[in-house]
């Protein structure tokens, strides 16, 4: 071990040992015997004292762990240790400590009851879903910790990908704790969309995605899912209303829908309707995407100039980076020399940039990633990341 691993468990373990000879002090003068005087426990604590000291934690644990007898006053105390090594790794420690407690027929319900929870969630740390499944649903039947219980349950059947679960737990979670979980709910059925997709069921996947948008109708997620499944099956008329919805949705996204729509445009050979959707959309400033793909159309149509001045134009009204960058690559086009090899240096710096910046940001984490997820990877909440707006950014 570690010189600063051994300091920081022996000041963890000091308070505990503190404790524990207090309750054997305790328990010697309530039962009137003299401290020191032929009892077993004095000795035991005075040796956990020496082994701690003499930086041999492992022997000082063993040893704490046998002198504090459970009892309703030292309940509390073993949680308290268990817990401790639980947030320090050390899951198996913890396993012990809590199952040392539920093993005692004399705890109360409600000290037993907590010990049960805490050893789920000891095996939810070691990876034993199964275990931890059968704890929490003790709970739930004993009618102890529901809603942690019932949380903990959700947060299992989507480790395990069991959709149907999940969504049945977190039904009952909105109920017991009258809130509002519709947007998770539609999650789940896009999970269980994206797998019949991959499975080529496109009928059911589709049912699915409905579902999602019947139980929540701003589902950013299940529309363009559905436009990706519009896409494939060349109904590009409805993969553009679906595209287009989310603008009432979130129109944070709004940026996600671009792409695809000026695909869609381009299949059906609608070039001016798609040209005035992304004039609406520059003016409302839902981002510099869709600007950036007008542009591009404009250079298309008619040529540079048009698509310069319609890059400067956004820039006045709000810098970013990636339009910095187009307006670069469009300058670039029409100068020589010196003035060439300048702008092209500042193009790289730019580009460079947009490489290595992170798109998409957790409102509630502050996580960042250069894709899209739904599910949070840093604090598993559900529709909490978005794409990032401002200079860096859209």
């Not at 679960?165 to 059925?189: I, S, W």
């Not at 579902?211 to 559905?226: E, F, N, P, T």
């Not at 060349?234 to 695909?263: C, D, K, M, S, W």
């Amino acid at each position: 071990m570690s010189p600063d691993y051994l300091f920081g468990l022996v000041v963890c373990l000091l308070p505990v040992a503190a404790w524990s000879g207090w309750l054997i002090g305790r328990r010697d003068a309530r039962r009137q015997r003299p401290r020191g005087a032929g009892g077993s426990l004095p000795s035991d604590y005075i040796r956990g004292l020496n082994f701690l000291l003499n930086d041999r934690p492992d022997k000082a644990i063993e040893v704490f762990i046998k002198v504090l007898e459970v009892e309703s006053e030292t309940v509390e105390t073993h949680l308290a240790l268990g817990n401790l090594f639980r947030r320090r790794g050390e899951v198996d420690r913890a396993i012990r400590i809590h199952q040392n407690l539920v093993a005692r027929p004399t705890l109360e319900f409600d000290q037993r009851a907590l010990a049960l929870l805490e050893l789920g969630l000891d095996y939810m740390r070691s990876g034993l879903l199964d275990r931890a499944e059968s704890l929490f649903k003790e709970l739930l039947e004993s009618g102890a910790h529901q809603r942690q219980a019932i949380d903990h349950l959700v947060d299992i059947y989507q480790q395990e990908r069991d959709w149907d679960k999940a969504l049945e737990y977190t039904q009952r979670l909105e109920k017991l704790g009258n809130t509002d979980l519709r947007d998770r709910r539609a999650h789940f059925l896009c999970e269980q969309a994206e797998a019949l997709r991959a499975e080529g069921n496109v009928e059911d996947a589709s049912a699915k995605l409905r579902q999602a948008l019947a139980v929540d109708d701003k589902c950013v997620r299940a529309s363009l899912m559905q436009a990706r499944l519009a896409m494939t099956a060349g109904a590009y008329e409805a993969a553009i209303r679906h595209l287009q919805r989310i603008e009432t949705q979130n129109v944070a996204f709004l940026p996600e829908a671009i792409a695809p729509l000026v695909e869609c445009h381009r299949a059906l050979d609608r070039i001016p309707d798609l040209v005035s959707y992304l004039e609406r959309l520059g003016r409302l400033r839902t981002g510099v995407t869709p600007v950036l793909s007008l542009a591009e159309i404009l250079h298309e149509l008619q040529g540079p100039e048009a698509a310069r001045q319609r890059v400067v134009e956004e820039l006045r009204q709000r810098p970013t980076v990636r339009g910095i960058d187009r307006l670069l690559e469009y300058s670039l086009a029409g100068v020589e020399g010196e003035a060439r090899e300048n702008l092209a240096l500042l193009k790289e710096v730019t580009s460079r940039l947009i490489e290595q910046k992170l798109n998409y940001m957790c409102g509630k984490c502050g996580f960042k990633g250069r894709s899209l997820h739904w599910h949070c990877p840093s604090c598993k909440s559900w529709n909490s990341v978005k794409p990032i707006h401002g200079l860096e950014g859209e």
